[in-house]
């Protein structure tokens, strides 16, 4: 609601209709309705949940000893709601078009772990560790919602469902699924300078297509620690040095269970006795998506060397961590054509992908005297680069997916905009059927024209780098902590400023209506190239897609931590091992964001996926895909300011 509308009527009472003098948007209900309206407006939600997790050993022999450990989580969760008329969720004016829903969610897991170690030290020199491990998960969920229309009075609310006037039963949800793994480990060492270790596994998935549900896949690891070695030990500055490398296989199968079976959807046929379809047609089902018997695990050979040091009596330490993966059989959800009339498409093994890595992590004591006073640093960077290797089919590009050989898996690929057409522009912007203020388009193809071949790929959603800091401080009894964490080089899709007239995007975007987000805005006095000019007359300007990729980098304080310990000669006396009160603030603020300070949004680090409306003109191609991070106006990042006391005894 806007505010330049009045929320209260000359004598006092609430109006219902704010903008009923105004021709657009004039049927917005007051959102003051939805205060003090608990018989009118319901929202209830009741969770019980426990875990229960037994641990049990048995020494065998002195070097041989058995354990078992037993997880059970269940969780139960009642959702209750109602929306009564005459209120901002609800414009109906009687109880006969009151909204209701009842929904009830019950989900159980459990975990067995068994396993063998032996440890064998020979000539105190040798030393041998054996580990053989079983594993099964088993989890299970299963939920239902009822919805409804109408009630014969507002406190009934969804308490009586025989009273409510018409029913609609919703689909319901079950799934199981299960998974058991074998694994075999040896770790030799010699000296405690020279340490290997092999590996060998073998897991069996339940979602996955029968006779393609096990998998077997190696590791191996190799250390040194060098500062054991005498052409090290003698030098002062070092304080340790270890080299270590590894190379190995893991798989995923991280899908939904029943994936492989395909799914169907309710639908009628167009023939019948009756003549309304949905209501008295034929009944039937169509296919949603394609079943595929042949899905299994998805593979990730990965190699990885790095280095782990402490300098300076050990008042710096970190690690250096270089890694190079190769995936193939990668699960991913493809795109079938149209004509095919599966919607949902299917999900595949398809393609191979590529990464390497960087990943820097540093430990520092800045300061410590012996009043007491101590400063430490922890600071890490990482940075990870990804390419397609290989499609299906041996293809280059798959437009319908968004993917392209030699690229990132979430690439943006749409026009590109270069400006707004301006007034001096008028008789090279009409050659392409535009107009000053529209979008322009670079012309890639230099044909006089924007066509499907002008499109290229404009941007990603990979990262340049992503870092984080922490800082600790330490007085007496007092400690301070703050931590700050960034993004750097990332884009971002912040759906609001797009419309497509239809349910991507935000509608009426640059429509001329109310409650729009303030942009810099084309007009004959403001020569931007930023926005386009508005169009009352337009829902879904043309190319606003180009509009929405924007810089998410950001460096944001993510906690502030002040505590104080109370001192242990008190807490004796009452058998208190510590006291500690404290207080602390959650992502109390954003230190920089270019999305930010353009007033374009609320905040750059991503909240969703979807939403993004398709390249306009492009023939079906995904610009954005539906994977790809997007950012909202609707929720503003949540601010925790907490209090609490830390008590052992």
Known sequence: MGPLFKPYNADGTLNFKPASSQGVDDQQINPLTSIDNEDLIKAFQRRFQFQDNFYGEVKILNELKFKTTFGFGWSQTLSDNYTGPNTVFNGNTTTANSNLSQANAEGWQYTIDNSLEYNKTIASRHKLTALVLQEIQKNHFQSQQFNGVGVPADFLQDYNWQQVYTVNPQGGNFSENALIGYMARAIYSFNDKYLLTATVRTDGASVLATGHQWVTYPAFNVGWNLDKENFIHNINVISSLKLRGGWGISSNAGINPYTTLGSLTASFYNYGSGTSVGTNYVNGYTINTAPNPDLTWEKTAGLNIAVDFGLFKNRLTGSIDYYDTKTSKILLQKKLPGSIGIPGGQLTNVGKTASHGLEISLSSLNVSTKSGFTWRTDFNLFYNREKIVALQNNLQQDLGNGWFVGQPITVIYDYKKVGIWQTSEATQAAAYGVKPGDIKIQDMSKDNAITAADRAIVGDFQPDFISGMTNYFRYKEFDLSFVLFGRFGQTV??????????????????????????????????????????????????????????????????????????????????????????????????????????????????????????????????????????VGMGVPPTRQVLFGINLKF
């Open 493 to 630: 899709v912040a759906t609001y400023l797009s419309a497509d007239g239809g349910g991507n995007g935000y509608p009426f975007f640059l429509n001329s209506r109310v409650e729009q987000l303030k942009v810099n805005y084309w007009t004959p006095r403001n020569p931007t190239n930023e926005f386009p000019q508005p169009d009352a007359g337009v829902d879904g300007l043309q190319y606003t897609s180009t509009l929405t990729y924007r810089d998410g980098s950001f460096i944001k304080i993510r906690t502030i931590d002040l505590g104080y310990n109370l001192s242990s000669k008190l807490l004796n006396k009452a058998h208190i091992q510590s006291l500690r009160f404290y207080v602390s603030a959650q992502n109390p603020f954003i230190l920089w964001s270019p999305l930010v300070k353009d007033n374009l949004g609320l905040d750059p680090e991503g909240n969703g996926t979807g939403n993004a409306i398709t390249t306009q003109g492009g023939g079906g191609v995904t610009s954005v895909p539906t994977r790809a991070i997007t």
